[in-house]
């Protein structure tokens, strides 16, 4: 009988943030241990519920959404989407047929680099990054090279590090702006940077925005693709956090800016994007409501908002630990802290956050599982109330006023 084995294509994939250390969790779990789950940035299961107008609009049209839609999306959903890009976010010249919506950003993302990347081809990738970038690189024969963001500089991209990276190889660059793992919101002088070297070496942006609403302190999100007109820009975005209705799968990319070199491209996408019939129509149906309903996003991260009191909780007491350190994130609600290798002789990151699995039953997820190089890191998603929050701080104190790796 002949053995079926793993695809080739999977042996260099590295998806480590569903990897051993989960798995061990769900071992756990399923023989009665309760686990804290700080890796996972699904709001429901820590008491986020969607807004009203949201449930409403999805119950009055189910009935209206049996079938399904054209490949790219309902239409009232990309018009909806079309006005948020061009009065929201001052991208010029988008149109409901430069939009795309799918089955959340992780489909689109994959679609995006199947369509474009051939053997040999190269795409930039920040480090620390959301590893499915990566991993969607990979898959589609490519090859992801690894720029550096900068800890010293409030997580920024280093553009002298990207600089060095580019080659005749490269066909584009991923800008995670807020980003995940860090927490981080980019400068318009470092994106403008980022900007101007994609048009000057012939790169196409590949924005991951879907962050943009949950920024915090009175900062501004700025869409890269202002910034980049003369040079296609794929912006990708979603509701899955801003509107908390992960479940909901509901995302979308937009086309801008110079399309006239990536007809072939373009063509790929449509035929891919046809190739799957259309992303689900229930919540796509949702989407013209969604991006009108935002005072309760607004709410969660002002001060006073739940979201914005666990940023200043998680902070305050991360940066009170000895042995750890962290710069306060901007946006999103991940915190990436430092932890002193030398003190806790820590050589593995990922035994580390085993151990911390194993000993006080809380799940973090560790920097190389988003392509940190150095065992030095490890996220946090700050999604608990604060009471739960504080126990998982004070419990995780308490592990490192003993711990040697």
């Known amino acids: ?40 940035g699904n709001p429901a299961p820590f008491g986020f519920k969607a807004p009203e107008e949201i ?4 119950e009055s049209s189910l009935t209206q959404t049996e079938g399904y839609s054209t490949s790219k999306g309902l239409l009232s959903a990309r018009e909806a989407i079309a006005k948020y890009c061009t009065q929201v976010k001052g991208i010029e010249g988008v149109t409901v047929n430069d939009i795309y919506t799918g089955n959340g950003v992780s489909e689109l993302i994959t679609m995006s680099m199947q369509g474009l990347l051939d053997k040999g081809d190269e795409i930039l990738v920040p480090s620390p990054d959301y590893p499915l970038w990566t991993a969607s690189v990979t898959l589609a024969g490519g090859t992801a ?7 010293s500089s409030d997580w920024q991209p280093d553009i002298d590090d990207i600089k060095k990276k580019i080659t005749p190889n490269t066909k584009g660059i991923v800008v995670i702006n807020p ?11 470092v994106l403008q940077k980022i900007a101007d070297l994609a048009t000057e070496n012939g790169m196409i942006i590949f924005a991951d925005e879907i962050y943009d609403r949950l920024v915090m302190d009175g900062e501004e999100h700025i869409s890269i693709a202002t910034l980049a007109p003369d040079t296609l820009t794929i912006t990708y975005n ?8 992960a479940g909901y799968r509901c995302g979308w990319m937009t086309l801008c800016g110079n399309k006239k070199n990536v007809k072939g491209y373009i063509e790929g996408l449509n035929l891919l994007s046809s190739m799957r019939l259309c992303s689900n129509v229930p919540a796509q149906s949702v989407i013209e409501t969604a991006l009108s309903a935002t005072e309760e996003t607004k709410a969660l ?20 630990i000895p042995g750890l350190s962290a710069v306060k994130p901007k946006a999103a609600f991940y915190i990436f802290p430092k932890i002193d290798t ?13 151990d911390l699995l194993k000993d006080k039953k809380i799940l973090l ?22 009471t739960q929050l504080k126990k998982a701080v004070d419990e995780l104190r308490d592990f490192l006023s003993y711990y040697k790796q």
């Open 1 to 40: 009988m002949k053995t079926i084995g793993k695809s080739k294509k999977l042996d260099n994939v590295c998806y480590d943030i569903r990897g051993p250390v989960m798995d061990e969790a769900e071992r756990m779990e399923a023989l009665g241990e309760s686990i804290l789950k700080l890796n996972i």
């Open 55 to 58: 449930i409403k609009k999805i």
């Open 145 to 151: 090279v690894h720029y550096i963001c900068d800890e």
């Open 179 to 189: 980003n995940n793992p860090t927490g981080a919101l980019y400068s318009k002088d």
């Open 238 to 245: 979603g509701l899955s956090k801003s509107h908390l209705i």
């Open 301 to 320: 991260i002002a001060p006073g908002g739940r979201v914005y009191e666990q940023r200043e909780l998680i902070y305050n007491e991360i940066n009170s």
């Open 342 to 354: 030398k003190r806790f002789n820590i050589k593995d990151d990922e035994q580390f956050v085993l």
């Open 365 to 386: 997820t560790h920097g190389g599982g988003f392509h940190w190089e150095n065992p030095d890191h490890f996220r946090i998603v700050y999604l608990p109330e604060k």
